[in-house]
């Protein structure tokens, strides 16, 4: 077997998860991409409110938590439910379609801070909860102090991992426009809060690989396609072209191209 591999934990992981972004999915196909990757995954979102909108979402739910992968419903269609202060109706939604964690997250509407901890400390008595910070809309700039400060209330409010919004696009919030790594405030971030504690949005492959290179293989990503969840795994390992040389020693260089 090959040497020089990163020391990937079995799940239930505490630092190189991945979270891929299901946007509507069919249960064979979750079917499928559970068998064939399922170890990989860490958890599952369902987009925005592709769930609200599907068919068999309940059955798909299961198959993912068969594979021992946490499932939750993206925070658009949390942030619909408490628009119309019907967030008791998202708790019983969520409950019915079986999913076993949640997410948070104030990406379309003003929401103040304490009101989003104190969903967040709700939630946190039956659930996994994940929170996001960063809005959806480019014209919306956050700066660091602000990320940090918002990413440090809502660990202590009882968030398991924040994430760092970019939406399936990767041209906001952690990003710039073109889909480059927001640099500035990246290092801001993550000079305050523990990297593990978050989880990178990371759609495109370049985005992967640039995380990767600055904190490592066992960096937590997410909004990941179902398509690219194996090759990522490959970029982690250094089994790709990309990432071949980050994990091996330095006498390993000489045979660099």
Same mark, same amino acid.
């Given at each position: 077997?090959?040497?020089?591999?990163?020391?990937?934990?079995?799940?239930?992981?505490?630092?190189?998860?991945?979270?891929?972004? $299901?946007?509507?999915?069919?249960?064979?196909?979750?079917?499928?991409?559970? *068998? !064939?990757?399922?170890?990989? @995954? $860490?958890?599952?979102?369902?987009?925005?409110? !592709? +769930?609200?909108?599907?068919?068999?979402?309940?059955?798909?739910?299961?198959?993912?938590?068969?594979?021992?992968?946490?499932?939750?419903?993206?925070? !658009?269609?949390?942030?619909?439910?408490? @628009?119309?202060?019907?967030?008791?109706?998202?708790?019983?939604?969520?409950?019915?379609?079986?999913? $076993?964690?949640?997410?948070?997250?104030?990406?379309?509407?003003?929401?103040?801070?304490?009101?989003?901890?104190? &969903?967040?400390?709700?939630?946190?008595?039956?659930?996994?909860?994940? +929170?996001?910070?960063?809005?959806?809309?480019?014209?919306?700039?956050?700066?660091?102090?602000?990320?940090?400060?918002?990413?440090?209330?809502?660990?202590?409010?009882?968030?398991?991992?924040? @994430?760092?919004?970019?939406?399936?696009?990767?041209?906001?919030?952690?990003?710039?426009?073109?889909? +480059?790594?927001?640099?500035?405030? @990246?290092?801001?971030?993550?000079?305050?809060?523990?990297?593990?504690? &978050?989880?990178?949005?990371?759609?495109?492959?370049?985005?992967?690989?640039?995380?990767?290179?600055?904190?490592?293989?066992?960096?937590?990503?997410?909004?990941?396609? /179902?398509?690219? &969840?194996? /090759?990522?795994?490959?970029?982690?390992?250094?089994?790709?072209?990309? !990432?071949?040389? *980050?994990?091996?020693?330095?006498?390993?260089?000489?045979?660099?191209?």
């Amino acid at each position: 077997m090959l040497d020089h591999l990163p020391n990937r934990m079995e799940k239930p992981r505490s630092k190189g998860v991945t979270m891929v972004m $299901d946007k509507g999915l069919g249960v064979m196909q979750a079917n499928d991409l559970a *068998e !064939t990757a399922g170890h990989l @995954i $860490d958890f599952i979102k369902l987009g925005f409110g !592709t +769930s609200y909108v599907s068919r068999n979402v309940k059955e798909k739910v299961g198959i993912y938590r068969q594979h021992n992968i946490r499932v939750f419903v993206g925070g !658009t269609l949390l942030e619909a439910f408490v @628009i119309r202060n019907r967030l008791d109706q998202y708790l019983k939604y969520i409950d019915a379609i079986g999913c $076993d964690a949640a997410e948070v997250s104030d990406g379309c509407i003003r929401m103040e801070q304490e009101q989003k901890c104190s &969903i967040i400390r709700q939630l946190g008595k039956h659930l996994m909860v994940f +929170s996001e910070v960063g809005a959806k809309d480019e014209n919306v700039t956050l700066q660091a102090g602000e990320w940090v400060s918002s990413m440090r209330s809502e660990l202590e409010a009882g968030s398991s991992f924040v @994430i760092g919004e970019a939406r399936e696009s990767g041209t906001v919030g952690i990003y710039e426009k073109n889909g +480059s790594a927001n640099t500035g405030l @990246i290092d801001q971030i993550i000079l305050e809060i523990d990297p593990d504690k &978050i989880i990178w949005e990371a759609p495109a492959k370049q985005q992967q690989i640039w995380f990767i290179r600055k904190l490592g293989a066992l960096v937590n990503l997410g909004n990941i396609s /179902p398509a690219e &969840i194996i /090759p990522l795994e490959t970029l982690r390992l250094g089994l790709r072209g990309d !990432t071949f040389f *980050e994990n091996l020693p330095e006498e390993f260089l000489k045979y660099k191209l």
